[in-house]
């Protein structure tokens, strides 16, 4: 599976930004999809996950004000992000876990949100 993330930008505190991820390969269905993000200098964290079964998870720093979607039949993963602050800018990379085997993990190449005040 490959991922390609698009949708990153500079964008003010208080917009909004949509990042897309498409992936190739075969069963998309059957994975579950995560943004996660990494600003400089902190490590990687979980943003949103949206598994094989529709259920979603976000991180409490942007409940309430993002949404993760999927499209099964484009194989695509969107996360709309919201009332954007300071805190959001970081690299954003799109995760592919396959359901039933943890050592099918993948990433895209991240794409870059930076959120000026």
């Known amino acids: 599976v490959q991922l390609q993330a698009s949708g990153g930008g500079l964008v003010q505190a208080g917009g909004s930004l949509r990042l897309s991820c498409v992936a190739s390969?075969?069963?998309?269905?059957?994975?579950?999809m995560g943004w996660y993000r990494q600003a400089a200098g902190k490590q990687r964290e979980l943003v949103a996950v949206?598994?094989?079964?529709?259920?979603?998870t976000y991180a409490d720093s942007v409940k309430g004000r993002s949404t993760i979607s999927r499209d099964n039949t484009k194989n695509t993963v969107d996360l709309q992000m919201n009332s954007l602050n300071a805190e959001d800018t970081a690299a954003y990379y799109c995760?592919?876990?396959?359901?039933?085997?943890?050592?099918?993990?993948?990433w895209g190449q991240g794409t870059l949100v930076t959120v000026s005040s």
């Open positions: 949206i598994r094989s079964s529709g259920m979603t």
């Open positions: 995760n592919a876990q396959y359901r039933v085997d943890v050592s099918r993990n993948y």
């Open positions: 390969g075969r069963g998309f269905g059957s994975y579950d």
